[in-house]
């Protein structure tokens, strides 16, 4: 009996559970939770236009549903959560509403969950900073993504430059094209893309409203909160050397500029992407940046100068860890 309920506790952990969460102006979002309850939160947000089931990968690997609780949601006019049709709901604000309203329905709030963002997904911490203040979040994962929005003409490739005017064009009859190229722009090699995850990405890109497309693209931010936060705020990001849509020799450049408290990972044969093409790196990576910060403390391991630590803002760090 009690073995039996024991298995129940262990299979009931690892199922996944979604729902409609309502944000602050009435948007549903849906959002969908793995994982163990116990263990640090990370909150994963997919890029622009796409659907947060491109963490697949992450949702089926017994090494992250055992050592964090994932919770993953589709970005309001994307994948399957309302679209509304109003320029004004894409903007900062409801974007901070809809990670808020998410972790407070998952009851994640409290032990500041980690932020991990693909591509667009990452600058949320950005919303995040103006409204609720970057103590909300505990540090961030950058997965082929950038800091704020207001920053990305200095990271963003020519390529993505190029054809972005593609995605935003309204002609039905150039965009079945348009939405192949873009699901195989996101990996290293896209022609090696398997069919099912394929057809699943361009599905994300054509279900969304042409207008849509259009208004979240600006994602009109004011980034002074998170800047302010730069040098203390924990950052992991994982990065491709092989990333269509950001050059991650220019972001880490920024990084290095900008940023104070960062590990920066950047591989080789990986697209943009980066938890897809290399997901037990990525993974690997993600569990040992929440099991830092858990502690309370943020280590720079690419520092020339070894260990910085930062203290956690809610005051409950205790001793750095010794090795
Ligand atoms: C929304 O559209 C209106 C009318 O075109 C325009 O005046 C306004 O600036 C737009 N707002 C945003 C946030 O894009
Ligand atoms: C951004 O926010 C800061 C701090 O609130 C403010 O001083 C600044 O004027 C804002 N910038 C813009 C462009 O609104």
Redesign the pocket.
């Known amino acids: 009996m009690k073995f039996a309920s024991l298995l129940t506790t262990i299979s009931l952990a690892a199922s996944a559970f979604a729902v409609y969460v309502t944000s602050a102006d009435g948007t549903k979002i849906w959002a969908e939770a793995t994982g163990d309850p116990d263990k640090p939160a990370v909150v994963f947000i997919p890029g622009f236009s796409c659907s947060s089931l491109a963490f697949s990968k992450q949702w089926s690997d017994p090494y992250m549903t055992s050592n964090l609780y994932m919770v993953r949601y589709d970005v309001r006019g994307q994948g399957i959560s309302d679209q509304p049709l109003a320029n004004t709901s894409y903007v900062s604000k409801p974007f901070a509403e809809d990670f808020k309203a998410v972790i407070d329905y998952f009851d994640i709030g409290g032990k500041r969950p980690i932020l991990a963002g693909w591509s667009m997904g990452g600058v949320t911490a950005a919303d995040i900073a ?1 409204y609720y203040g970057t103590g909300l979040i505990r540090g961030v994962v950058l997965l082929g993504s950038f800091p704020h929005r207001n920053m990305h003409s200095q990271v963003a490739t020519q390529w993505i430059l190029n054809f972005i005017p593609r995605l935003l064009d309204y002609s039905l009859a150039k965009f079945g094209p348009t939405a192949k190229e873009f699901a195989e722009s996101c990996v290293a090699f896209g022609d090696q893309l398997d069919q099912t995850t394929k057809y699943s990405w361009m599905g994300a890109v054509a279900g969304q409203n042409p207008d849509v497309r259009l208004w979240s693209i600006p994602h009109t931010q ?1 980034e ?2 998170l800047m302010n936060a730069r040098l203390t705020l924990p950052y992991l990001v994982l990065h491709g050397k092989l990333d269509k849509h950001v050059d991650g020799v220019k972001l880490r450049a920024y990084m290095d500029k900008w940023f104070g408290n960062f590990v920066f990972r950047l591989w080789d044969n990986v697209g943009h992407a980066s938890f897809w093409d290399a997901p037990e790196d990525a993974n690997k990576e993600i569990v040992a940046f929440a099991r830092r910060l858990r502690r309370g403390w943020a280590i720079l391991s690419d520092s020339p100068d070894g260990l910085i630590f930062s203290p956690d803002v809610d005051g409950t760090s205790d001793a750095p860890p010794s090795s």
Request: proline letters at 0%.
């Open positions: 103006t004011n002074t909160a």
